[in-house]
C-alpha cells in the first residue's frame, strides 16, 4: 500500500516540473505531479499572482518561468530561496 502523504507539497511538486521544463503543458504537470490539470492551473495562478512565476507566450504555448531567487515564505525556512530546494531536489 502506498504512502498516503508527501514532504512536499503540490505546489512545490508543480514548481519543481516547470522548473525542469519551462514550456511543459500544464496537462502534463498534472500526470506528472498526479493532481487533475484543474488543480495545476490554480497552483499556476497562486505562483504568478504571488510573484513566484511569469507566464509568456510563445506561439500556441506557454512558458513558465520561475524566479528561484524570492524566499520561501515560512519562518521555519524563509532563509532559504525556491531555488534552493529546487537545487536540492533535481540535481
Known sequence: ????????????????????????????????????ERAVQRIVLDLETEGFLTREKVG?????TLKKDINLRHPLESHRTIGDVIHSITD
Do not use: P, Q
Open 1 to 36: 500500500m502506498g504512502a498516503s502523504w508527501t514532504f512536499l507539497t503540490n505546489h512545490a511538486h508543480v514548481m519543481i516540473c516547470l522548473s525542469e521544463y519551462a514550456d511543459i503543458s500544464l496537462r502534463k504537470v498534472a500526470e506528472k505531479v498526479g493532481i487533475t
Open 60 to 64: 500556441r504555448k506557454n512558458t513558465y
